[in-house]
């Protein structure tokens, strides 16, 4: 009896695990992709874009329930594609954008930025969801 329970459930975790590549879950160890932990706006404050500078700073939750300062460069978590933003792990996209705008609540957090395309030209981007590239990991802003 034990023996197909244990059956059992070695077939059942086969079969999930099938489902999951077949529906698309990202493969967490894929170089430069990102993990899916974003949300970063859940447990970070205060957001600014630092001045002359590709880089972000918020005050963030650590786990002790104490806040801490922390600063990253977004070229760490985001991509220029010609000319739009993605989310990618060193994609460094502030060698070719300047961003100049963001906008930030409770669970969304975006920033607009004016960035090159393939033939040199500038493209617009309003409000990307930077939210999706960025996690707090306790007080520290990470991709």
Not at 101 to 119: E, T, W
């Amino acid at each position: 009896m034990q023996f197909f329970q244990a059956l059992t459930s070695f077939v059942l975790a086969s079969a999930f695990i099938g489902a999951a590549h077949a529906i698309g879950v990202p493969d967490n160890n894929a170089p430069g992709e990102l993990e899916a932990r974003s949300n970063a706006a859940a447990t970070c404050t205060l957001w600014s874009l630092i001045p002359n500078t590709a880089n972000l700073r918020a005050s963030c939750d650590e786990r002790d329930g104490t806040h801490h300062i922390s600063e990253i460069e977004i070229s760490k978590c985001v991509a220029n594609r010609n000319g739009g933003l993605a989310c990618q792990r060193n994609g460094g996209a502030g060698g070719s954008c300047v961003f100049y705008g963001i906008d930030f609540g409770a669970n969304y957090f975006v920033i607009s930025a004016h960035c090159k395309d393939d033939k040199g030209e500038t493209v617009t981007t309003e409000n990307f969801d930077i939210n999706q590239c960025l996690t707090n990991d306790n007080g520290d802003l990470t991709c």
